[in-house]
């Protein structure tokens, strides 16, 4: 019933921008973080950042600092995860999961997951 819908991925060169979007529906009770997960192949999945739909705390994973910016529109459901200054070492699909408590946000427990949407940096 809950579903995630991700969108906005495609193939840029490095130092460049993307900004996906992950539009959510179906929520049958509260879930107050959205975050962002990126899986390259032969790799583990990853936490990149999230935020919490109330307050607007957002959280980074190091290696994104600086580079991306997440933000969220309630009234449109949607959740966008800005990149710019992108790199190589980027590429991946991007996830968009659902948590019901910043403490399990920032820790990256998630319980809902979209389908993905594949960024690839390549020159």
């Known amino acids: 019933q809950v579903q995630l819908v991700e969108s906005g991925g495609g193939l840029v060169q490095p130092g460049g921008s993307l900004r996906l979007s992950c539009a959510a529906s179906?929520?049958?009770?509260?879930?107050?973080?959205i975050g962002w997960f990126r899986q390259a192949p032969g790799r583990e999945r990853e936490g990149v950042a999230c935020?919490?739909?109330?307050?607007?705390?957002?959280y980074y994973r190091d290696s994104v600092k600086g580079r991306f910016s997440i933000s969220r529109d309630n009234a449109k459901r949607t959740v966008y995860l800005q990149m710019n200054s992108l790199k190589p070492e980027d590429t991946a699909v991007y996830y968009c999961?659902?948590?019901?408590?910043?403490?399990?946000?920032?820790?990256?427990?998630?319980?809902?997951w979209g389908q993905g949407t594949q960024v690839t940096v390549s020159s």
């Open positions: 999961a659902t948590s019901s408590s910043w403490s399990r946000a920032v820790t990256w427990d998630y319980d809902y």
């Open positions: 179906g929520f049958t009770s509260n879930y107050y973080v």
């Open positions: 935020i919490s739909r109330s307050s607007g705390t957002t």
